[in-house]
């Protein structure tokens, strides 16, 4: 496996498939079932671990995001991925005057709350898409609204490439993998839980056709579980897939998101009905 620093060292797009899996690093079985599904459906696999300062807000956690190059590349060679690009920030930005933003769906959620993230994330994975050349890039339906925003971005801006999204990998108590799990203190950690239980227990209730009214009356039993365990919301909703616009009426394809504070650390999750 090679590990790239430098965009001059990549390899030359060829005429090849070439799967592409971007991360900010601290590998978890998330991230290693994209790599493994690019492993699967292409003939080139190329990962890229880049902790991206400009999907950061200034009070968010850029300086302590965990950072453990050697066994990130270890296990990106453990799934046979054959390139590891794992540029500096000076690599990536020795300017930054230009930024990608996609409107509209960037307001609400993660939007509103990290303001300026959207435009960070969609500017690094435009960039890391011109260098890379991938014919499928792979993301997971674990981070919703990033998947519905890179959507966006490809279709508007008629970028050449096939997007991938993959179901979201949870620990055995059904908490979703994610890297900022680690900062969860041992109490933390078992409270987290409450957010996947609470996105089923609504799940398991909404039927397809019900009103906003039987919606709202399910949401509440959800928000009411985390105010008796004393953990902020930050939303929790039942949103439309195409627009994450709130659901009037319960429909197949509607997602059930969520995002709560467990001390210092924010959780995301969402799930679809059909789980
Ligand atoms: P990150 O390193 O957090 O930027 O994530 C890199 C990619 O892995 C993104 O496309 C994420 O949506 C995806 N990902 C993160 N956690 C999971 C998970 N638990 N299951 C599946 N994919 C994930």
């Keep these: 496996m090679k590990i790239v620093r430098r965009i001059a060292d990549l390899p030359f797009p060829d005429s090849r498939t070439l799967g592409f899996v971007p991360t900010m690093g601290a590998l978890h079985e998330g991230h290693l079932s994209l790599m493994r599904k690019a492993r699967k459906e292409c003939d080139q696999v190329i990962a890229s671990v880049f902790v991206n300062p400009t999907q950061f807000g200034p009070n968010e956690d850029f300086s302590k995001y965990p950072r453990q190059e050697e066994r990130d590349f270890a296990l990106c060679e453990g799934v046979g991925v054959d ?5 500096t920030v000076d690599e990536m930005y020795p300017e930054s005057l230009t930024s990608v933003h996609v409107s509209g769906l960037t307001d609400r959620w993660e939007g509103a709350i990290r303001p300026g993230h959207f435009d ?14 991938p014919t499928i890039a792979y993301f997971g339906w674990k981070d919703l609204q990033q998947c519905v925003v890179l959507r966006a971005m490809v ?41 996947p239980n609470a996105l089923r227990g609504c799940v398991e209730q909404l039927q397809t056709g019900m009103d906003r009214r039987q919606i709202d009356t399910i949401l509440e039993t959800g928000r009411t579980s985390f105010q008796d365990l004393g953990i902020d919301v930050d939303y929790f909703e039942l949103v439309q897939i195409q627009n994450l616009e709130p659901s009037v009426t319960v429909s197949r394809d509607d997602r059930m998101i969520g995002a709560i504070r467990i001390g210092q650390t924010r959780l995301i999750d969402n799930m679809g009905l059909s789980h």
């Design 120 to 133: 960070g994330v969609a500017t690094i994975v435009a960039k890391l898409f011109h260098i890379v050349r």
């Design 83 to 87: 390139t590891v690009f794992a540029p």
């Design 155 to 195: 279709n508007d801006l008629n970028m050449p490439v096939q997007l991938s999204f993959c179901e979201t990998v949870r620990e055995p108590d059904g908490l979703a993998m994610s890297s900022r799990n680690a900062y969860l203190s041992p109490e933390g950690r078992s409270a987290a839980v409450c957010l």
